[in-house]
Every structure is written in C-alpha cells, then in structure tokens.
C-alpha cells in the first residue's frame, strides 16, 4: 500500500520511526513532512499529505504532530478525508472498519513507540465492513460533508 506521511515539527522527532515501521510493514511512504524541528504551519503539512490520498496517489495517509489534535481537525476539513486520533489499537481499526478512515493521526508527545507500532498496523491491517449499516452511515457523513461545502459557498 501506498502511505503518505506528513509531520509538522513537533512530530519530527516520532518521524523516522514510524516510516521504518511502515516499510517494515511492506508499504511504500511518500514523505510529506518536515525535515526538522525548524516550525511549520500542521495545516500546510496535512493538506499536502492528504491530497495524495484524494487524488489516488495514496490508499492511506498517516499525521504525527504534537498532539495529533491539530492533524485531525485540518484534515477532517478536507473533503473526502476521514482522519481518527489514533493513541489506541483499538480505535485505530474500527476507525477503517466503521467509519472508512483513510487518515490516522497521532501525537509524538503522547504516544510511545511499542503502541505507535502497534496502532500503525492495526490502522492499515483494517478493512471497512462493507455492510449496510457502516455503508449508510459512512454516506451520511458524505452528505454532511457536502452540505457543509454547499453552506459555505452559499456564504461567499
């Protein structure tokens, strides 16, 4: 699988080990981050991450900021992107298998490497159930999204 992974500068540190973990995992990482604790704006760094996930250059897109609050909330403004906060194995696959999450986000000063592994492959392991209860629902977050975009062009 093709991931993108973007970090701003307080991720930077958390940066290294996570793309060795996913390309131990056999996924190919097209870094969008920052190359150092030098600061930058998470908005830019999420956006360019996740656009690759909207135009098909990557199935999923994996945040580390300091936090990972700050990559959720930008990258949830982004139409056709569903990013969790993933401090956790569990929340990290019925965040793809319920609500079709292609973006994980999570917080370098939060998290520790053993369980940033392990939420990692969970995440990407994942399936969206595909059923009809998770498909009407992911849909309904779809129309939300777009009444939202048609809201805000209303307002323009």
Not at 24 to 30: F, M, Q, R, S
């Amino acid at each position: 699988m093709k991931i993108a992974l973007g970090n701003d500068h307080a991720g930077f540190p958390l940066k290294s080990f996570v793309q060795s973990v996913l390309e131990d995992l056999g996924h190919e990482v097209i870094d969008c981050g920052a190359p150092s604790e030098a600061p930058v704006d998470f908005p830019d760094i999420t956006r360019a991450t996740c656009d690759l996930v909207r135009t098909g250059e990557a199935e999923r897109a994996v945040l580390v900021c300091g936090t990972g609050v700050g990559a959720v909330m930008a990258a949830n403004k982004i139409p056709g992107i569903r990013c969790a906060l993933g401090h956790d194995v569990y929340s990290a696959h019925q965040s793809v298998e319920h609500d079709d999450a292609n973006a994980i986000a999570m917080g370098a000063w939060l998290i520790g490497r053993a369980t940033a592994k392990e939420v990692l492959q969970s995440f990407l392991d994942a399936k969206f159930d595909n059923d009809e209860d998770t498909i009407r629902r992911v849909q309904k977050l779809r129309e939300m999204e777009l009444e939202g975009a048609r809201e805000l062009a209303a307002e323009i």
